[in-house]
């Protein structure tokens, strides 16, 4: 399907070097489900396990899940993949998805084993002609994905420990975390930067609105980065914070090195396999929320009757139908829900969902391969789009606007769209915010939008619309 993927004799080769860091599963692997009678609540618990290596916490309202002690570690960047587990170092240049479907071949079948992490916006470029910018001084690895072969799951009926026996014997904690004193909170002295400024925002979506005009694309995600200093030590009491503010269906903390995280409050499912079957769930038109009920009606009012968001939602739902229609089905992918409302605490959105039925000579790497980056957040048609980003952005979007999640090694998986989303490295911590640029647009609107969709953000750094960049307006 993809002129560009290895050929069987290289995967093969890459298969082999997989298991001498990490073998094969055992054939008669099990998976044990054990009910505990913690009384901590997600965040407690989450808060006392948050300094261990590779933790992660995929933070849903039903059913958060918490990861430490990886038996195996992936990262990508441009320079090649490193695999770390119990056979040693292994580095080697290889591209992200290729790994990814290696792994699927190395390491495959135990349901219980999980890959945990992020796929950031770039990995997906590699599949395409997509000049990206070049890795700044502490930016993100374009892959971080942990092989987690035992969780903690809290849901309705409390905590549950699940543990698959592939590798190593595993057995739930005898007492539940100690509980640690987390940091206070600071709120920053410095100033919040904007990339591209006010006025330079303005001045990308006029020039891209008249290049949909001349016939080069229907639309495209820009994005603004929204940076400051930040102390490594108050990235856990900051994602705290943000997740009060702004709650989230897909939220996530993912420790990526004792001094780095990324931080992620995103409402939008990018993709979701259950035994076959698969969801996307775009996400378009953003409204603020009213100060008032009245307010707030207006603001649906007007986000439901508006055209130019209609039409976006549009273009992205069929450019999500195209990308599942390379993987799944024939005639089984549909829309079956579309331009529904969604409110959350600091915006309103339109969204819809599409649905297909994976083709059973394609696996969860070839459904990777066939819809990263996501939709929403790239354009249409989705490559001139994404090389447009990178033309007017100028920088790595990374983690930001990738996806977030979960593969199991049997083929069911869950990824967010990392939308809402921060990463805190190198003394510093930056935001993303974006906005569907359509003939339609009006570069003082799509300015409004993207300061709607960073308010949590700003607001959960404590920093007031006086401290920010004065060269951007408030």
Wanted: aromatic share 6%; hydrophobic share 40%.
């Amino acid at each position: 399907m993809w002129s560009d993927r290895l050929a069987p004799s290289s995967r093969h080769a890459l298969v082999e070097r997989l298991r001498r860091i990490l073998p094969a599963p055992r054939p008669d692997a099990r998976t044990q489900t054990i009910s505990l009678t913690w009384k901590q609540t997600p965040v407690e618990a989450a808060s006392a396990l948050e300094r261990n290596p590779g933790f992660v916490w995929l933070d849903r309202p039903c059913d958060s899940n918490l990861f430490v002690d990886p038996i195996a570690r992936l990262t990508v960047r441009r320079d090649g993949v490193v695999v770390r587990g119990p056979g040693g170092i292994l580095r080697l240049p290889a591209r992200g998805f290729d790994l990814i479907e290696a792994i699927t071949e190395a390491w495959g079948g135990p349901g219980g084993a999980l890959l945990c992490g992020y796929l950031s916006y770039e990995l997906g470029c590699e599949l395409e002609d997509v000049d990206v910018p070049k890795p700044r001084a502490g930016d993100p690895p374009d892959l971080h994905l942990g092989l987690y072969d035992w969780r903690l799951e809290h849901g309705p009926e409390g905590w549950l420990f699940r543990g698959c026996n592939a590798w190593r014997p595993v057995a739930p904690p005898t007492d539940e975390p100690a509980s640690r004193p987390s940091a206070g909170f600071d709120e920053p002295a410095g100033a919040v930067s904007s990339a591209p400024d006010g006025d330079g925002f303005r001045a990308a979506v006029a020039r891209t609105v008249d290049r949909i005009y001349s016939g080069e694309l229907f639309q495209v995600n820009l994005c603004r980065r929204l940076e400051t200093p930040w102390p490594a030590a108050q990235l856990w009491p900051l994602y705290l914070r943000l997740r009060e503010i702004s709650p989230a269906s897909h939220g996530a903390f993912i420790r990526m090195g004792r001094r780095s995280a990324v931080l992620s409050v995103s409402p939008e499912l990018f993709l979701s396999v259950r035994q076959g079957q698969v969801r996307s769930c775009p996400i378009k038109g953003t409204r603020p929320r009213g100060a008032t009920p009245e307010a707030d009606a207006a603001f649906i009012d007007e986000l439901q009757s508006s055209e130019k968001d209609r039409a976006e939602l549009a273009m992205i739902v069929d450019v999500v139908r195209n990308d599942l229609g390379r993987v799944c089905c024939p005639g089984s992918v549909e829309v079956s829900r579309h331009a529904e409302l969604l409110s959350l605490p600091t915006v309103h959105h339109t969204y819809s969902e599409v649905t297909g039925r994976l083709r059973d000579d394609c696996g969860p790497a070839d459904l990777l391969r066939a819809c990263s980056p996501p939709a929403s957040i790239s354009g249409a048609p989705k490559i001139r789009a994404m090389q447009l980003a990178a033309l007017e952005e100028g920088y790595r979007r990374g983690p930001c606007m990738g996806s977030i999640g979960w593969m199991s090694l049997d083929g069911d998986m869950e990824f967010s769209v990392a939308i809402r989303t921060a990463v805190g490295a190198a003394g510093r911590i930056w935001y993303l915010a974006g906005c569907g640029i359509t003939a339609e647009s009006v570069p003082r609107d799509e300015l409004a939008e993207s300061a709607a969709k960073a308010a949590a953000f700003l607001q959960a750094l404590g920093v007031s619309a006086a401290a920010r960049d004065p060269r951007r307006p408030t």
